[in-house]
């Protein structure tokens, strides 16, 4: 018998965030291996979008991984496009903040999410760095195996934003609206930090290490995993984490409706 859409007993959520752990995993020795080797930075749709010999093997072995739990499913990655067909499929980001990785700035990650028709059922955010292992699934969301909450503050005064706004393509779109809308970032917020990687911001917004992220244009791939650990520890998340374009984050009980962060939310 065929299983019915959402019957998740022919894709167990369980199994399926083993393989993304398994999968983020295996390349984390090679990743802390080449940190601050500066290797060597090709450049795929302009000068600010960098990629390295390690993000193409890093997704090759992710793959492989994949492709040996669940043959033939279909995955869609930063670097080997998309691949496969069928009810399950994986969002593969081998190294989101690349610029980071490269410069040798310890803030990056491994990002896999699963879906199973089209929701989201299984997703990690590995920072190979301090070994920080965030994980969710439909049963909740964790951090080195401990449950997290999403919670922190409830108003942009007391709240840390983390963004990458705005970035080249919104300065050429929006020109000093972006400008003026950044400003009142910086004056409505208690700190607002550009850090790079939108998957580890989504991360510590599930932790409740920061209280707020925002992004535009971000891909799935970029997203899916950490939208997932936002939901499942009591954040809030905006967006489709399946669709390239706009996000934004925040921790249980902010106060989204008074905020600067408002008038951008999607």
Known sequence: MNATPHDDTQFPHDALLETAVEAARAVGPRLRKAFRSRPQVATK????DPVTEHDKAAEETIRAVIEGRWPGSAVLGEEGGSTGSGRLRWYVDPIDGTANFAAGLPFFCVSIAAAVDGELA???VYDPVRDDEFTASTAGAWCNGTPI???GATGDREAML?????TPRDMATEGEDALRRYSRFLTSFSAVRRVGSAALKLAHVAAGWSDAAYGTRANPWDVAAGALLV?????LYLGDPLATGDYLACVGGFDLASSALSEVAP
């Open 45 to 48: 749709r302009d000068f600010q």
């Open 122 to 124: 299984a997703g990690v």
């Open 149 to 151: 909450r999403s919670a």
């Open 162 to 166: 983390l963004t990458s706004y705005p």
């Open 231 to 235: 939901r499942q520890a009591g954040g």
